[in-house]
């Protein structure tokens, strides 16, 4: 039982009165404290771009070690309790011998080469993750390219990205300036954990890049250039592998196609059985590539290994030649073996913008002249069909061409009982089937439920499903042999329809049951 002092008399009164005062007092400093304290760390979470600017690498350690200890309050709910996750990422960067590549690195604390983290970041693993570095140069398009992306992402995917903003570069002026202009343009697309933004710390670039000796006669500055564009790619690749189960290379100037984001998950999804290494969303370079995060690991351990001696795509090819091609084996074999497993998307989902390169003097004129036109070089990997229609094409987009060319199928008087027919030269055994719509050169012009897919084995016809209402048909199983199939419009459509990304995926003819899927 606690004993009430005694407060009888003058004295015992102001006794009291001096306890009472401690008391309050000693109240009112924990909660100045609590106060404090938790303002300062609220400081700290608003303010981690504008701490960068006067920062050493020491200091850049210590923001780090904040910030980690912020994130992983993030993960705590309004009553305390963590909110648990079967997906819930790896904290630390899965570095495991890619550091014995960097002599200028070894013995370095692989903490400190975590990233700084200037907005919060998932801790629940995703389906794609977008890698956007961005480096210094005269013009700035990030902000340019992260509305692109935004606008014309579907909301039903947006669960399942993360786009990831690196800064490639030591000038904390630089990052927090840009960081200031994504924050301000992007609030929402950062509190729904669609975006994440990192700078690289400044250690990592204790790798003295311009001391690598030039190879094919590259000047020192492109040299540097390339060599510090390799080793950022082996950064954010890094960073990005154990949070996500694919991962794409775009670049900080590019403009997004309309629905490609659906495009990517459809190839993903019909692909997703098959042994394919990597797949191409633009026949420009670098930009466009996404891998399997199993396939980015080689990827990536390549690029650390050569980054000295070679730019990234070649690097990249080398991989492919390496791992597919056989010695004995023609060079037109080789070409054949490697397009079986590096997979063309057609119709680039990414235009190139920028002018202004980040290599200094250099301007960059590479564009997709095809970009938004439903029309791309090459020939889909289809087997020989001839293919025919009740429909009047526009243009070159008609269906014979659609089939064989990277064209998209362009029809103008879709109505009830409009079809298109595909006879294969003999039968095949269809392991996939894809047919997107609505998508460029016209995104509104597309398919739904009222159109049918049917398979024709030259004994029985099967319905293999309808086109969903955003417009894509797939169909996947172990093996189906068939003669023909036939696309049916079973209503009338009071627009055009386009269709592209047309692929049948076939095996060796076998007696297998069908399986949708």
């Known amino acids: 039982m606690r004993v009430l002092p005694n407060c009888t008399g003058l004295l015992g009164c102001f006794q009291c009165s001096m306890k009472a005062i ?200 492109r040299m540097f250039w390339r060599t510090k564009q390799n080793i950022d790619y082996i950064y954010i690749m890094t960073y990005a592998t154990p949070r996500c189960e694919y991962y794409m290379q775009l670049e900080d100037d590019v403009e997004a196609a309309a629905a490609y984001a659906r495009v990517i998950f459809n190839y993903i999804a019909i692909k997703e059985d098959t042994d394919w290494f990597v797949m191409s969303f633009t026949s420009m370079g670098f930009i466009g590539k996404l891998f399997s995060v199993d396939n980015l690991k080689y990827v990536t351990y390549a690029i650390a290994l050569y980054y000295r001696f070679k730019p990234v795509d070649w690097i990249l090819e080398d991989v492919l030649r390496s791992r597919y ?15 079986s497993h590096a997979i063309n998307s057609g119709a680039s989902q990414f235009q190139h913008v920028g002018k202004v390169s980040s290599l200094s003097g250099k301007v960059q004129k590479i564009r997709d002249s095809n970009f938004n036109k439903g029309l791309a070089r090459g020939k889909r990997p289809n087997p020989p069909a001839v293919v025919k229609t009740s429909m009047k094409a526009t243009g070159r987009h008609d269906a014979q061409r659609g089939y064989n060319l990277n064209f998209a199928m362009w029809f103008t008087d879709p109505n009830e009982g409009s079809y298109i027919s595909i006879v294969f030269e003999k039968p095949v055994n269809v392991t996939g089937i894809m047919f997107l719509s609505g998508v460029p050169p016209a995104p509104e012009d597309k398919l739904g439920p009222e159109t049918i897919v049917i398979a024709n084995s030259g004994k029985q016809e099967i319905n293999l499903g309808r086109f969903s209402p955003d417009g894509d048909f797939l169909f996947r199983s172990r093996g189906l042999n068939i003669s023909e199939l036939s696309i049916n419009i079973t209503s009338n459509i009071r627009h055009w329809v386009v269709i592209d990304h047309i692929i049948i995926d076939t095996i060796p003819e076998s007696n297998s049951t069908v399986t949708k899927e």
């Open 325 to 339: 091609c056989s010695l004995d084996k023609s060079f037109k074999d080789c070409v054949q073996m490697i397009s």
């Open 22 to 221: 401690a008391r309050a007092a000693v109240a009112i400093f924990a909660l100045f404290a609590s106060t404090i304290n938790i303002y300062m760390l609220v400081r700290i979470y608003e303010s981690q771009a504008r701490d960068l600017r006067a920062l050493t690498s020491v200091d850049y350690v210590q923001l780090h070690d904040n910030l980690v200890t912020l994130d992983q309050a993030e993960l705590l709910s309004e009553g305390g309790q963590l909110r648990r996750s079967r997906n819930i990422t790896q904290e630390t960067m899965p570095w495991s011998g890619l550091l014995d590549f960097f002599p200028d690195l070894a013995g370095t604390p692989s903490k400190t080469l975590e990233p700084i983290l200037l907005t919060p970041r998932s801790r629940v693993r995703k389906k794609l993750i977008i890698g956007i570095p961005v480096a210094e140069r005269n013009k700035d398009y990030s902000i340019f390219t992260l509305t692109s992306l935004f606008s014309k992402l579907d909301e039903k995917y947006k669960k399942d990205i993360v786009f990831l903003v690196m800064f490639a570069t030591a000038n904390q002026q630089f990052v927090e300036s840009r960081t200031e202009a994504i924050r301000a343009n992007f609030t929402k697309e950062i509190d729904d954990e669609l975006l994440e933004v990192i700078a690289v710390p400044p250690l990592w670039y204790t790798t003295d890049i311009a001391a690598v000796p030039a190879t094919f006669n590259d000047s020192t500055n």
